[in-house]
């Protein structure tokens, strides 16, 4: 017997599963519904459910045909509300990427200041344990009212959504910093920059990095949501024109691509959080 | 208005408007008149002399005995030798708009056909605006961003300028409504499984769906439902709900029925989730639907780019009004950029030849019909029953609001632009479900009513 | 008083007691110096306060009374002059040997050339036989090694004083050998003054000059300064052939094992703090019995009576 590698196996069994899931998908939907006797000028104005009991899910056939057919043509620009997948892909990363920069801009030293200051941790806890549960999606219509701008105010949610994960990581990574090293600083007479920059920094990289990583997510849910709920351009809004043409297929192939893209974000970070790990 | 010999055989004076023919006399008609670019200068041109005219002579007997005496030619060419009649006409031609890129919000629904047709049909552009018709997720965002101005202007249901302007449900801020969109187009749709229920005494505990709170919809189906005896506050629930899910909330038994625009109705009846109960147009022919509205400041600062906008709209309705376009609007506005719908759907729908979803074909060409005058009737009908529902409290001042909100001056001048006929009383009275409403006396309709929160 | 010098003065460390009740006294009234070139040893048991002495001198801590002057300078904060070599390396597992040994140059020299920081570093780390090793990271060396690295890192800093907290406890007997052996033969170059902490006899005998004994803590104090009567020119090899070798080792076991507790209970007496008894343990010849302990006067200048050097 060859030894198979972990791997191979494991990509066949997962293989093995999806085979089997479009399967039962093709099976479930196939079935055909009640068809009443009807008039062919009548038949002619209606649509393939009510005529032939067509199933109004779409099986994966129908689905693989029209996502082939979404991703062929990815860029295509055909006015204000229709534009390629690819484009619309590209305002909803666009829009997740600066909201988590700027969370990131600011949580970061604001972690490091709650890290190294048992006062400052204290002093903001409260706030911090309020305004982390608030659910992005309650935050929109304030951001609306006041920021009265929608992209701005999408952004504005990605940022007040993702700031949590980032800086309570950040914060526990910072005070989680082996004494000994901060104490080597010391020695050195290392000025508090330079220890922040030199030790404390790499020191707490790697629990900074985990906290983005589940930022990004967090984010790259956030603004599909928050798409769906403005309008305009973005993956969101994607989702919900189609969803408006009761157009299923498309839903589920841009649940697919919202699921794929987010795995690509999530793996950016991790090979970041890879680069940064040590052993110790 | 051209400048007309009063005593030509034909018996037409100058500010005779009835007939057949066009103003200006060289067109088969009002429409042809109004699509006729060239004569459109000469329209401009002949108003401004009219109008020096009429200023030198204000008395319109004096002005008439002039003319037969010296005739049109000689009395033109007089005033021009002390009156700069090609300054002027320049001038008047030049009302250039201000702002030429404009962001004009949408729902993706039937009614908005004239704004949205406006833009790949061109006539939007034939106006010298560069309109980009943006397709919003919803009333209240489409409301927050006019109100926000990320769009100048916006397609909105038609009591939603007076809500604004009253403040209700939002800030308070002078909205105008020069133009309505769509009269009729709606229908309540029920579910397939009540196609034996048809009488309305029946519904007792149905739940229903409308657009909106501020909404033609909501009025006329709780006026319905009140006809037949049932409160709609209190025997039937009544849910707002965006458009695209009736039909998925319908299916999935969530709701049993809707009062909701089309192409939903259609679309219901398409995937075999509903049926079509009874049109708006039987209950009230004539009611408006949505609108084409722009808030006061918009119309303020940007004069010109407000009368080219609406310009553009209303020739957009007056070409939607006619049997013959409606098979070519349906395939303009089809596509995923604007409607995104089935054409044969909208094809269904715009002309009237429908399937009603219990297997019959019916032909009804009214069904969905533009015409953009917004009487102000229609507004005082409106605020009726935003107080009788307890939307507004207080006392109302119908005839202020109305007249403030519902510019029909503007429509007026504008439509006589392009060559159409507005009416001459903005007053008109209706009849909704067989009961007649009188504008003028809008307090005592309102008491007239067995069922009602006020 | 030479640039090397310690001087504790003094010196006591006090915390409030965690019941909120009083205060413990880690060890109070500590007194002692150290000369130049010295290499100083403290033995204590656990809870004696050694560590926190070294601490207080590396001015990571800070006493509750009493001064130090070091390097004639007051001790009052962490200093580039006093350099630490800690119980456990404390390497930054980020950053190679080499760059953790840079990490200290350009503390030192900040004015330095990346190519003069890396030159003066690999220096060091040649001293310590880990050149070859430079690029490793310290997953990649064994417990020996980073110890060596943090040596060399100390060292590069050509510091005025090492402070050493029990730098080979936690490794390995041979390896603590052969690190032991490395010190020995830098002790013999360099002439560092070098306090260090430890609880091993016999490093101390191979390497201190002196040696200070402290009782058992809570409330520890000097017992008394051991003189390591042992050739200056060691090596392991046949150190313990000498003949004040057991003198001297037994009397600092059986310190450990006796004396320290017995002092701490009972009352010191007529110890004076200020001049802890000096203590030179060699073997005398004599007629009656085994070899005997001589004990000497405060004085550091009585002769040794000794049988042969």
Redesign the interface.
Known sequence: MIAIPLNVRAGLVSLLILATLLIAWHIAVSGSGPTAKVDPEYAKLMGATATQGKSAMPGPIEVGQKLWGLVSDPFYDRGTNDKGIGIQLGYSIGRVLLGFMLAAMVAIPLGFIVGMSPLMSAALNPFIQILKPISPLAWMPLALYTIKDSSISAIFVIFICSLWPMLINTAFGVASVRKDWVNVAKTLEMSPGRTAWRVILPAAAPTILTGMRISIGIAWLVIVAAEMLVGGTGIGYFVWNEWNNLSITNVINSILLIGVVGMILDQMLARLQGAVAYAD | MSFENPFKKTGRTWNSRSGNGCSCGRHASELDHALDRSSEDARIRSAVEETVLRAVFPDPIARRTFLSTVGSATALAAIASVFPYATVTEAFAQATPEKKDLKVGFI?ITCATPIIMAKPMGFYEKQGLNV???????WA?IR??T????YDAAHMLAPMPLAISLGVGSAPVPFAMPAVENINGQAITLSIKHKDKRDPKTWKGFKFGVPFDYSMHNYLLRYYLAEAGLDPDTDVQIRSVPP??M??NL?ADNIDGFLGPDPFNQ?A????AGFIHILSKEMWDGHPCCAFAASKEFITTSPNTYAALLRAIIEATAFATKDENRKQIAAGIA????L???E?VLE?VLTGT??DGL???VKDPRRVDFDPFPYQSFAIWILTQMKRWGQIKGDVDYKAVAEQVYLTTDTTKLMKEVGLTPPADPLKGFSVMGKAFDPTKPAEYLASFPIKRS | MTSNHISVQGLSRRFPDPTGKGETVVFDNVWFDVAEGEFFCVIGHSGCGKSTILNILAGLDRPSGGTIVAGGVHVDGPSLDRAVIFQGHALMPWLTALQNVELAVTSRHPGWTRAQAREHAMKFLALVHLDHAAHKKPSQLSGGMKQRVGIARALSLEPKILLMDEPFSALDALTRGSLQDEVLEMRARTKQTTFMITHDVDEAMLLADKILLMTNGPNARVAEIVENTLPKLRSRTDLHKHPNYYPLRNHLIDFLVTRSAVMAKGDSGDFDPKNPPLIRPTHAVSAVGPPQLLSGAPATDQAPVTSAA
């Open positions: 993706p980009d018709v943006v397709k919003t997720a919803g965002v927050d961003k109100l926000n101005k990320e695209p899910e039909v998925a299916r679309r009846v398409f995937d075999g596509p995923a950029n604007y995104n719908q089935p044969t269904q429908y399937a297997g019959k074909i």
